[in-house]
Antibody, heavy 124, light 108 residues
Framework: QVQLQESGPGLVKPSETLSLTCTVS????????WSWIRQPPGKRLEWIGY???????RYNPSLQSRVTISQDTPKNQFSLKLSSVTAADTAVYYC??????????????????WGQGTLVTVSS | SYELTQPPSVSVSPGQTARITCSAD??????AYWYQRKPGQAPILVIY???ERPSGIPEQFSGSRSGTTVTLTISGVQAEDEADYYC???????????FGGGTKLTVL
């Protein structure tokens, strides 16, 4: 059974760096793509980016200048860092396994396992 | 880029069929996916590739597409199906993912 669990501070000051870790159990993160997704209060889910075992990393262009996603394979964890945060970064942050599978000429791109999410509030 | 539009809420009585739509002005040749999220729980994938059900998802959940609208149908709705449901799609680049605004399903 694949399980993901987010951890990290629930309160971050403006202009500081938000740091979260996702611990994965039931599968090795040396396979597949591992993603972060967030949902600000009253707004839509927003894909932040992913890291894969092959070393490929993709970020949402709207956040690219502030985001770093990395993985710690021995610990079976991956992490998110978001710098220079503002109140607009207040959100529930989810980690998830992202499936990117070619089906003919069609790329299947979806999230088959998620963590419960963790609320991060940006406030002084 | 494109936006996916869902109704904010859908209400049905137990045993009835709930239909939740997700539409776009122009839907690229990409699949749709559906997630169920209950308060305090991890979201669950209930439909992928428009119509496919992951292992372990009951047959009461089904997906369909007609033009630029995809629909999640939940047959024989029960109280435990009360949740928020989100549609999602992407492009073929692996760098663009879009979610609908979510629909709250209420079982009366």
């Amino acid at each position: 059974q694949v399980q993901l669990q987010e951890s990290g501070p629930g309160l971050v000051k403006p202009s500081e760096t938000l740091s979260l870790t996702c611990t994965v159990s039931g599968v090795t993160i040396s396979l597949d793509h591992w993603s972060w997704i967030r949902q600000p209060p009253g707004k839509r889910l927003e894909w932040i980016g992913y890291v894969s075992s092959s070393g490929s990393i993709r970020y949402n262009p709207s956040l690219q200048s502030r985001v770093t996603i990395s993985q710690d394979t021995p610990k079976n964890q991956f992490s998110l860092k978001l710098s220079s945060v503002t109140a607009a970064d207040t959100a529930v942050y989810y980690c998830a396994r992202q499936q990117l599978l070619w089906f003919g000429e069609l790329l299947l791109d979806y999230f088959d396992y998620w963590g419960q999410g963790t609320l991060v509030t940006v406030s002084s | 880029s494109y936006e996916l539009t869902q109704p904010p809420s859908v209400s049905v009585s137990p045993g009835q069929t709930a239909r939740i739509t997700c539409s776009a002005d122009t839907w690229p040749s990409q699949s749709a996916y559906w997630y169920q999220r209950k308060p305090g729980q991890a979201p669950i994938l209930v439909i992928y590739k428009d119509t496919e059900r992951p292992s372990g998802i009951p047959e009461q959940f089904s997906g369909s597409r007609s033009g630029t609208t995809v629909t999640l149908t939940i047959s024989g709705v029960q109280a435990e199906d009360e949740a928020d449901y989100y549609c999602q799609s992407a492009d073929n680049s692996g760098s663009y993912v879009v979610f609908g605004g979510g629909t709250k399903l209420t079982v009366l």
